[in-house]
């Protein structure tokens, strides 16, 4: 017998950011130097990360929004695999990835159209990675090891005195874990439930502060404050 299925796709009423992405390809393609735009997803996610955690994957990234957005849709919403989140595997991630986007960069630099065709390109190969995961496992399990969010989790606040305005999941001491209903439309498929009745809140450093959670918990005793 087929096992029931756990994790969905919520509708969720966001910005439709999107479009950003494939205008960005679509233009990058005839135009090269476009390319280098890219650079704004790759420093904001870490600089708000700082004060926010990865505040800017959950709410501004356009490719992450794609996935939320389109693929979420048509995803069989499968189990995560666990070994893309362990620390080893993130970390080669990260080394790969500026690897070998450093020695493209080498031999592009100084002609412009180079250098934006080398950022183009990483951008559509992770996005193309991301859309195949997608429609094998989860919308976000690019998301899982994406190494500007796995940067960004590194610099994440943990514990201790947060940031003033610092978003977190607040669960009342009232949850019963029963349902599970905020783990089940998580995109990053985490649990936030297990911060209930915590003053802190759910401080996951992989948390993309989106809120699907509080939409989805049927009690709402969840709120993004």
């Known amino acids: 017998m087929a096992s029931k299925q756990f994790h969905r796709h919520l509708e969720a009423k966001s910005p439709s950011l999107y479009w950003i992405l494939i205008a960005y390809l679509v ?53 995560i695999p666990a070994f893309v989140r362990r620390k080893g ?7 790969f990835i500026f690897t070998v986007f450093g020695v493209q960069m080498y031999h592009a630099w100084g002609n412009w ?31 899982s090891f994406c190494p500007m969010g796995t940067l960004s989790s590194w610099v994440t606040p943990r514990k201790g005195k947060l940031p003033e305005g610092f978003p977190r999941i607040q669960v009342a001491a009232s949850c019963q874990m029963k349902c599970k209903s905020c783990a089940r439309v998580c995109p990053m498929q985490l649990t936030p439930y297990d911060s209930r009745g915590l003053e802190e809140g759910y401080l996951h450093p992989d948390c993309i502060k989106c809120g699907k959670c509080t939409i989805g918990c049927p009690t709402k005793i969840m709120r993004l404050s």
């Open 89 to 95: 595997f993130r970390i080669f991630m990260v080394l």
């Open 113 to 143: 159209h180079a250098v934006g065709r080398v950022f183009w390109t990483i951008i559509l190969v992770t996005t193309i990675v991301g859309i195949i995961l997608g429609f094998v496992f989860a919308p976000r399990t690019w998301c």
């Open 27 to 79: 233009i990058g393609f005839f135009y090269p130097a476009i390319g280098i735009i890219a650079l704004i997803c790759m420093i904001a996610p870490v600089a708000f990360a700082v004060r926010k955690g990865r505040w800017w994957c959950g709410n501004a990234c356009p490719r992450g929004n794609f996935y939320d957005r389109l693929i979420s849709r048509y995803s069989p919403h499968k189990p």
